[in-house]
């Protein structure tokens, strides 16, 4: 199996660096990978409306289609900045969609998936803005609310996100939170966890268990390559840069 798995993107206007270095890296998946793990937070925001009015991300919605085009599975965890994933992803890429964590055979390996907002289970308003966001009436929501409107409260919400985002992180220490979460998925019987969200790439593989916590594709371009049963942490702009991602 020859699978990578990446998160927390954010994509938002095609003339981002961040964008257009994606975009390099999907066409040269093309062809030469299994599957395509994509943890959540791919877009700045996403719901699923039956069409596709969200013009800006016509460009790497066509990488996708020509990936899954030629060959390669595509299977899109949910995450707090993209929902409710809406027929394109399902229908016309074919994808596998999980509204929550899940857990895969890879190689005889249990390898456990999640975005990672789920992660703190302290963070009471998130919780609760998670379920209402993950909803079926934030999905019904499509039918009634124009995509407009749904960006323009997406636009303020993420604004009140990023405001509160460095209070969080003074008050709770991300990297043992998720290395916590780990080891009780470890104890359940999975060999492997790989989370998004928490925008901190690191690999910790202790005695075969391994953890494996993406980084994002904001600043650390940063992603994850589980080739010939092994799972690495890589940087694609240090790649670029003829460096080695540490």
């Not at 919400?157 to 992180?169: A, L, N, P, V």
């Not at 470890?186 to 901190?200: A, L, N, P």
């Not at 904001?218 to 390559?225: D, F, I, N, R, V």
Request: overall charge neutral; some cysteine.
């Amino acid at each position: 199996m020859h699978a990578i798995f990446i998160a927390d993107a954010h994509l938002r206007h095609e003339g981002d660096e961040n964008y257009r270095l994606l975009m390099e890296f999907l066409a040269e998946l093309r062809g030469t990978i299994d599957t395509l793990f994509i943890l959540g937070d791919l877009f700045e925001f996403w719901i699923g409306y039956d069409t596709v009015p969200f013009t800006h991300y016509h460009p790497v919605l066509d990488r996708l289609r020509e990936l899954a085009a030629s060959g390669v599975e595509i299977v899109y965890l949910e995450g707090n900045h993209d929902f409710h994933m809406g027929p394109f992803f399902t229908e016309v890429l074919g994808a596998r969609v999980h509204p929550g964590p899940t857990a895969v055979g890879i190689d005889g390996k249990r390898v456990y998936l999640c975005h990672g907002d789920e992660v703190n289970r302290e963070d009471y308003p998130y919780r609760l803005l998670r379920f209402i966001l993950h909803s079926p009436l934030t999905r019904r929501a499509t039918r009634i609310v124009p995509p407009a409107v749904a960006c323009w409260i997406a636009e303020r919400m993420s604004h009140g996100s990023k405001k509160s985002h460095g209070r969080r992180r003074h008050r709770w220490d991300y990297p043992a939170l998720l290395r916590a979460f780990a080891a009780e998925r470890f104890r359940e019987g999975c060999d492997v966890v790989v989370s998004g969200h928490f925008h901190i790439p690191f690999l910790d593989n202790t005695d075969g268990r391994i953890l494996l916590s993406l980084g994002d594709w904001l600043s650390h371009y940063t992603y994850g390559e589980w080739k010939d049963g092994t799972l690495s942490l890589k940087s694609y702009r240090d790649q670029r840069s003829g460096t080695t991602a540490r």
